[in-house]
């Protein structure tokens, strides 16, 4: 079993709409959380961290589900340059990182 | 500019040729990682160091080593390459938890390799 699983979609949604994504993990012990966004075939980029009691940061909203265990990412009035990969990251130890494979989305105009 | 590097970034070799990919970050940075990206599965994470002369395994570390000799360089060795290593690489650094468990991870470019 997958240590973090994600739908890998595509979602494929107009400008303007509200996409959410959903992760899972098998780990309770888990101890942080992040959403990474990957442009194709380049580097990882941080999105932001989940902490326990949700967070926003623009038109962004993390939350986090530690009793069921899964973690969402709600993008709003979603823009053509939010077209890319959302990574699911989860850490464990503080040293140990597991990656979902990813959630395609598509912004269309 | 605060960057993670890595070289080569693309690389072509034959099964059983020693190579190595270099990292290096000059964020002053104490933990440093590899990652190897395949199709479907995602990010693995290698093989982590939390400071000079410390390293541990990661998820899939078997084919490869690593050594941190220096605080800014991360080498990783492939001491036999197979097929089965033909990936996409990525070096990541990032702070120590001075700031709790939330710090971010800054990746390297990648390095494209296929081994024949």
């Known amino acids: 079993r997958k240590e973090v699983e994600q739908d890998p979609g595509p979602f494929n949604v107009p400008e303007g709409a509200t996409v959410a994504f959903n992760c899972t993990y098998s780990n309770s012990a888990s101890q942080s959380f992040f959403w990474y966004r990957q442009d194709c075939r380049k580097e990882p980029k941080l999105l932001m961290s989940v902490y326990s009691s949700g967070n926003e940061d623009g038109r962004f909203t993390a939350q986090l589900n530690r009793a069921s265990q899964y973690i969402s990412l709600l993008i709003r009035d979603s823009k053509l340059s939010d077209s890319a990969t959302y990574l699911c990251v989860v850490n464990l130890n503080f040293n140990k990182f597991y990656f979902g494979s990813g959630t395609k989305l598509n912004v269309k105009p | 500019e605060a960057q993670v590097t890595q070289n080569p970034r693309y690389l072509i070799t034959v099964t059983g040729k020693k190579l190595t990919v270099t990292c290096s970050q000059n964020m002053n940075h104490e933990y440093m990682s590899w990652y190897r990206q395949d199709p479907g599965l995602g990010l693995r994470q290698i093989y982590y160091?939390?400071?000079?002369?410390?390293?541990d395994k990661g998820d899939v570390p078997e084919g490869y080593k690593v050594s941190r000799k220096e605080k800014r360089n991360f080498p990783l060795i492939l001491e036999s390459p197979s097929p089965n290593q033909t990936s996409l690489y990525f070096c990541?650094?990032?702070?120590?938890?001075?700031?709790?468990?939330?710090?971010?991870?800054?990746f390297g470019p990648g390095t494209r390799l296929t081994v024949l």
């Open positions: 990541a650094s990032r702070p120590r938890l001075a700031g709790g468990p939330y710090n971010e991870q800054f």
């Open positions: 160091s939390m400071n000079v002369e410390v390293t």
